[in-house]
């Protein structure tokens, strides 16, 4: 594990259930934490799921929603957009300002701020079904 990493969460970045999709849709639920893009500074989280556009090895693009759990990320995207293994290219919505860890190729990251105003970077395989977040503080 890199220095300065403190491993948070060893599960998979698997496809949401229907339940998880629609969680928020009935009441308006505001976000414990904020995350944002490192370049822009942009609230990827305007709710409780992360809007990203990805981009398959066919260089097709996508809006993926990630949903943040205590145990994993959860992707919500189009059936057959990525396969196992697969990496993904993350990119900002609104600069796309590319997510990709210049330090290693296999992580993306964005920033998060916490209720209490705590930052750090959240870094997260781009390899579908890959399991691997961190969090640098």
Do not use: W
């Not at 491993?7 to 970045?13: L, P, S």
């Not at 993926?64 to 189009?78: C, G, H, K, N, W």
């Not at 590319?98 to 920033?111: G, P």
């Not at 870094?123 to 579908?128: E, Q």
């Amino acid at each position: 594990m890199a220095a300065g990493l403190t491993r948070i969460v060893f599960g998979h970045i698997m496809p949401a259930s229907k339940s998880e999709i629609n969680q928020g849709v009935e009441e308006e639920q505001m976000p414990k934490n904020k995350y944002c893009c490192p370049g822009c500074e942009v609230v990827l989280n305007p709710g409780t799921k992360i809007i990203l556009i990805a981009q398959n090895t066919n260089k097709r693009e996508e809006l993926i929603l990630l949903i943040p759990q205590e145990t994993d990320y959860r992707v919500v995207m189009s059936a057959g957009f990525l396969k196992s293994q697969e990496a993904a290219k993350l990119f900002c919505p609104v600069c796309h300002y590319d997510l990709m860890v210049a330090k290693d190729s296999r992580f993306a990251q964005i920033e998060r701020v916490t209720e209490d105003g705590h930052f750090s970077t959240v870094m997260f395989s781009r390899i579908f079904s890959e399991s691997a977040v961190f969090v640098a503080k």
